[in-house]
């Protein structure tokens, strides 16, 4: 077993935050993993990305250039990772404030989904990241949704129930998207 | 509509490049960049000017203040425009430093450059915190003060009490100007645009080392919101870190 | 009457500029800006008062604001 | 679920490793990309009694460090680039003074401020000894983040051993990524490992004196002579790691962060059908020499990997030097290294 | 002659070494290293004190004055005493540092050190010079006085002002005691022995930070006879280092 | 009667050498065995309208070396040992920044305080960059007073020539000792020779930013390979002396002080019928590899002898390597050596 | 009557014991040392008036006097 | 042609003035030559000695071992360099504060010349050095008395003549006491 995958976004959409769930999540399963955040040059509100490697072997780099998956939050991170996601790769792509016009279809597995919309519909504007990462749950197999939810359950249990909650359903509207689009 | 003539009655200083900056919303840093360079304008120091840049959240400050500049390891820019300096003692040289730079590392390089009188003139941004690095503990943090490396608070104790630069650089022999002040409101701006000119003139007219202390907000590292961070530099610092002139032989 | 130039792009909804206005002119819009701020905007009821006082371009870190002061012509 | 697992940055990985080995004084200046193990090491070790200071400067905080050092506590810094190059006159007292200490340099891009990204540009730095006189310390190179919290610990063992600094040689990669790491079992430490050299107040005993001024006759000949001496022992802890060199016809020699990205370059190869393989030396200093020498004797190719402009590569020539030769390929400071960077210049020794 | 009885009414402190010392004739190092003595002697330190030694003509502290003792890299001896006070905090640590180190390459150190209110004693030799390498200017080298390496006397111009370091460091809020005394005569010496006291007292009482800055001949490199540098001490130092207590708040 | 001829220390020799190459700025702190240049200098250099400043410690004084370098004058300090080792941080900043600068450093012994006995423990500090990152200064390392003004002298063309911190590498006894020097002719430097980079101000210009932080894409990289080639370039600026080479079968190799004192074994050893030679390199930074290969092709027996525990004999195996082995013979940091020292060592090469 | 003891191995002849005794007992003498200096000694003259007050010893640098009081036995 | 010297004493008995003298004389004869100070741990007062290496070839090490003449001007000295003379080498004592039955007067060339008495019979103590230096002068040949009489006229030109007068007076002494015992 091995998957990657990059996340990328404004350093205010939380994409690192994702990156961590999931590498919890994949430690949670057993697996060996790696997660490597790459900030910006700007002090906040710059660009970020992650990478978060999954795999029952060793992991040995934690950097990858060639993705086999990717998860992009905005425009900048769409032109400069599509390039170099593998063909046929996955591709979650935040509709709401990217322009799908510049995503290539034809090449990628690619799934549009308007998180930030959603998100908004959710009244939790912010969590636009986890609706992301729920479509990503959807398109791969590795990890389970459960065990990401597992995850956010315990790292807000202090936040109180309804943080929890809102985290969760924001990532099983992204996911449930997602599975509605691939059906 | 009738026919009316408009003036433009604010515009960006001349030696300042119309570019975004890469600063948090709300960093004082953007507004002490620009009165500094506001103030270049005035005396037409543009073109005779050197700038010596220091290492914290103002390192890019040669991207936005169009003049000759040099870049100091961190805590050495007082020792970087000292030889700048007296290598070229007909330009002006100035330099830009944090808290943590001139008042941690930099303690020995900004006392000994003010006690040498030397004809330099520095702004120092005292935001109570490591800006660049993550909001570490600064020499001018608060008693109590969380930061990420006092988590439990700062503690006389341990860390003993936030430095106040203005007086001790005040005190010295050396000196011809130091004040402290700042940009939470408009008042304070005008009050810290007249000392940049006083410690600039303190170079220009060849009496001494001039020193500005600008109190600042660092919202990111203080978590507070913008107008909060803005707040607190009334309420907290300026309660230990009075304004005020500490000396002042310009004239 | 006087008025003021948003560089919205250059806005970082700080919001330090409407602490200063002697008129409350500036208010926050719901506008986000390419990098994700909410930009500053001019209340359309009161945006005639502006005295072309510059104090919100003084204040504001960021260079966003342009102040134009209007002379009647003779 | 594996519940005693922790998922870490490397820099928490030697926060951790810190405490788990006994460190009882911290003292250190914050610098990217390694502030993680202050801010770590503010929370934690204060809570379990230990010192904690934040010091106003890299010389200040080294300095205290001998001095807790000298009092025979475990002692610790860390920083990165710019400011271990400040160290290097404490690094030399200390190891003058035949002092115990763990040094963290998390490695960042330079020369000069450069930034924060990855770079491994100062290994000679490292393994020569940066400040002035004949001394070294032991350079320790993690490549995940359990060698991190691993080779921190192991550390201050080796530190008291041989009453000699030790360095732990990491990067910004190692630095700032996660992974999982499992906290070894409590093991205790002899509270008076120090007991017959540190300085207490010397009451019942005679004056101790700990320095380094060498000026009576023959003395500072002295202890050159210990230290050489010291350095050859240290030879017996020499660690290091080979990945599938066995069989392979090329070996990539490679350390700390690169090295486990070589590692997956030599995986992908494999699948294409090159038989590589990957020379980890784990302590730098002492270099592994012999154990690379035995594996150039059995007829390998060898290529040098690294995220600077060459510096291992001399000890990696030192090494074969006689047997054979060692190809370099100079991964510049500053890249953000993939596997792929590496198929080619590893292909190419096939041709 | 008639029988009386005798009594030694002035011997070497118990935890001086009685050998000779390398430093010249007339220097003062030699009495303030006994004050020193007779002070750990007076409080009965010799089993709990740990030295903290620096680089200059006193580097050889460890071998007259018989405690536990650890050499410091030039400067650095309020850090390295930082060091082992948090390692050991029950142990009496005190530095003892000449001006060069002190108030030059160490300065950063010191005020860091007192600021933080680190519970150690600093004794300063201030002889207004570079005793070990050879005289040259100190930052407390008057104005006008004449070293190796100010040829010409030195300048305010180009070498600023003597620095007056009990002055700076009592200004400090973790500083608990902080005085300038002199040995030249007999009444300086009673009250130098004073001030030591007091300063051992800051940290023994767990006050703060305890600094004592001397006055001290260095008739070699003042190019004076013992007796001609003894009395410069009295006309030219105290001039402008006015001998006094500058912070006391130890009881 | 020669009256050209001045006797003075080696110290002197570099200060005088430093006036004649055009110093136009220098800055240091005090210590010993160096501090003849300082004093030389605040006497001399003010006469001429030069600047000298004595900073208030070696950290000031190298970022003072910075300052004016960015000014375009040319600048220079001076130290040893440690105070070398605190200015570590300022001269990867200054090689960062491509700036030049000459910076002596008169050995002492070591490590930490150690004391001013005659040692070549710097080597490696001073040929691999004790600071942090790839940078290197181009090392000169002098064996007489005469070669003290010289090499002083052109230790400022080079370091302007290359845009990079050049290192003047003397010891103990060079800098003590007196010899009679002989001074150049005066020749004239280009008073624009920095015109093309240096801060003037910018008036009819555009900005100009001398600077090391390199964080745009691809910056650092582009940087470090740019210095990768300066190195590359300075080999055509590398010196060595060959001292009965020719025929000899023992070619000791030895540097500075040391390479004179061997000298003299080796006539020693002649009259008794051995045939000896020295291979002195003089630039040890870039190191005369190639040249001592081509002698080593002649089929000589090396022997390498350092005031130190083992550091050039490294670069003189990596110039051997593949052809013949060096013996080492170390002379400890801190022994004051006679030719008499090194006479046994060399004579059992040829047992 | 008091008496000091010379220990005149240690004295390096700086006579700063001189300017503090208050009945200038001290005086130079012609004796040179194995290290060279010319030692202190007692006036012969004045010697029994030493009050035992231990100035000298007090600012000799190198603990050249030792200072011993007499008291008369009742 | 080849000669070296030690001259050592106490750090007050001006060794390194009279071996500064002699390097300017060797060198004012067209020799090349090394003058090497070597200084104790003492700031002042300490033992003090400087091996001048003179020779019509370029001088290889300045250090010298076994040295072929020797200048000793107290006894510490005469106790370490005196083992280290080479057989018949030219030894010059201070007598007047050296113990003269340590001097190995069979094995080596031995001057012994009381240098106090003769500067304090010229009303100048401290002037022993040049009265050693002159006795030196007498037992080799290289190295004129006159080229050294001319240096120490450039040398204290500005101290004024009798000063001059005096070091000279005291030159010439040693060298007269060592010509006469010599005879
Ligand atoms: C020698 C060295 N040590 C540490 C650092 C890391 N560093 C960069 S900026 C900084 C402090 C920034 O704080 P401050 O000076 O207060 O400026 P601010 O960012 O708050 O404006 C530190 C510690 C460095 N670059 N060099
Ligand atoms: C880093 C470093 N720089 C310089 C020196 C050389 N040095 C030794 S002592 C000293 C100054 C001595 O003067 P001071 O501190 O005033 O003491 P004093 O000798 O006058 O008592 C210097 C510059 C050193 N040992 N280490
Ligand atoms: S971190 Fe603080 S000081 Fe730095 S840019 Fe942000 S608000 Fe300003
Ligand atoms: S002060 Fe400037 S950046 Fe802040 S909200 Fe107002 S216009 Fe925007
Ligand atoms: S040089 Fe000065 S300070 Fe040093 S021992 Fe001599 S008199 Fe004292
Ligand atoms: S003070 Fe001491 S050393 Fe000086 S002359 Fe008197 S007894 Fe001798």
Partial sequence: MYQDVIIAGFGGQGVMFIGNLLAYAAMEQGFNVTYMPVYGVEMRGGTANCTVVISDEEVGSPIIFYPKTLIVMNQPSLDKFQPRLVPEGILVVNSSIVDESKVEKEKFNAILIPANHIADNLGESRMANMVALGAWLAAIDEVKLETVEEVVRNQFKSKGEEIVNKNISALRRGYEFAMEKAS | MTKVSEKQVFSMPKCLNDVPTHFCPGCHHGIIHRLVAEAIDAFQLEDKAICVGSVGCSVFIYNYIDVDSVEAPHGRAPAVATGVKRARPDAFVFAYQGDGDLAAIGLSEIIHCANRGEKVSIIFVNNSVYGMTGGQMAPTTLVGQKTTTTPYGRSPQNEGYPLKMAELIGSLEGCAFSARVAVNNIKNIIKAKKAIKKAFLAQLKNKGFGFVEFLSACPTNWHLTPLEANKRVETEMMAYFPLGIYKDIVE | ?74 | MSSKKLLVKGNEAVAIGAIDGGVECYFAYPITPQSDIPEYLSRELVKLGGTFLQAESEIASINMVLGAAAAGKRAMTSSSGPGISLKQEGISYIAGSELPAVIVNMMRGGPGLGGIQPSQGDYFQATRGGGHGDYRTMVLAPSTCQECYDLTIEAFDLAFKYRNPVMILGDAILGQMKEPIVRWKERSIDPNEAIKWCLTGKKGRKQRIIKSLRLEEGSMEALNEKLMKKYKDMEQDIKWEEFMVEDAEVVAVAFGSIGRIVKSTARKLRSKGYKVGVFRPITLFPFPYKQLREVAKKGKRFITIENNTGQMVEDVRLALCGICETEFFANMPGKVSTPEDFIEPIENMFK
Same sequence: chains 1, 8.
């Fill in chain 3, 1 to 74: 009457m006087s008025r003021i130039e948003i560089r919205e792009d250059r806005c970082k909804g700080c919001l330090l500029c409407t602490t200063v206005c002697p008129e409350g002119i500036l208010i926050q819009g719901d506008k986000l800006n390419s990098k994700g701020y909410k930009v500053i905007m001019c209340d359309p009821a009161k945006k005639e008062k502006c005295r072309g006082c510059a104090f919100c371009a003084e204040i504001c870190p960021d260079g966003v604001i342009l102040v134009f002061k209007t002379k009647k012509e003779k």
